[in-house]
């Protein structure tokens, strides 16, 4: 069977490719042909991110390259085909590429058919729009009311006293100079 993928970049302006590539391929040969599909020279890490039909990225994470403290214990995109992370029920994932300048785009398996007799894959299909010269900004400043909105109450020095209170501490003697 054959994946079919629209990918748009997270961009003001509508820049989108259409790919298709066998389901038996790998994360690492998405990656390889949308880089190719949009341009990119292939020199900077990559990662591809599970997430929700509202495009909420999960935590779950495949890299380019391990990137793990332990080698070996973090799949990577050549680890994962195609078909264990997109199917019918689970259509998105989010693909991040130059972390310098945070290029992201949003895939979505379009459709599932039967390869087309003669023809080789991967395959672009269809492009639209001309890619920037650079990323678009992202905004990671947060509202003020978020960032304090479970702390508008008035501090005083006992706010910042993280030992008081804390019978655990009393137990083992407190702070004594003798002890350091």
């Known amino acids: 069977m054959i994946y079919k993928f629209r990918v748009i970049l997270d961009n003001e302006e509508d820049i989108l490719r259409d790919i ?4 038996n391929d790998s994360l ?3 990656h390889n042909v949308i880089v190719n599909a949009f341009g990119f020279d292939g020199m900077e890490a990559a990662s591809f ?6 495009w909420t990225q999960s935590e779950k994470e495949f890299p380019l390259f391990d990137t793990g403290d332990v080698p070996g214990e973090m799949e990577t995109m050549a680890d994962v085909p195609l078909t264990s992370v997109l199917f019918k029920e689970q259509t998105k994932i989010i693909y991040v590429y130059d972390f310098m300048n945070m290029w992201t785009f949003f895939v979505e398996l379009a459709a599932i058919e039967d390869a087309e007799a003669g023809a080789s894959y991967p395959d672009l299909l269809f492009s639209h729009g001309i890619m920037p010269a650079t990323a678009s900004a992202l905004d990671f400043n947060a509202n003020e009311d978020d ?3 479970d702390f508008n109450d008035d501090y005083d020095d006992e706010d910042f006293d993280m030992f008081e209170g804390d019978e655990s501490f009393e137990d083992f003697g407190g702070y004594d100079d003798n002890n350091w």
């Open 49 to 54: 991110y599970e997430c929700d039909d509202e």
């Open 20 to 23: 298709a590539i066998d389901e």
């Open 28 to 30: 690492e040969d998405l």
């Open 147 to 149: 960032i304090f909105g």
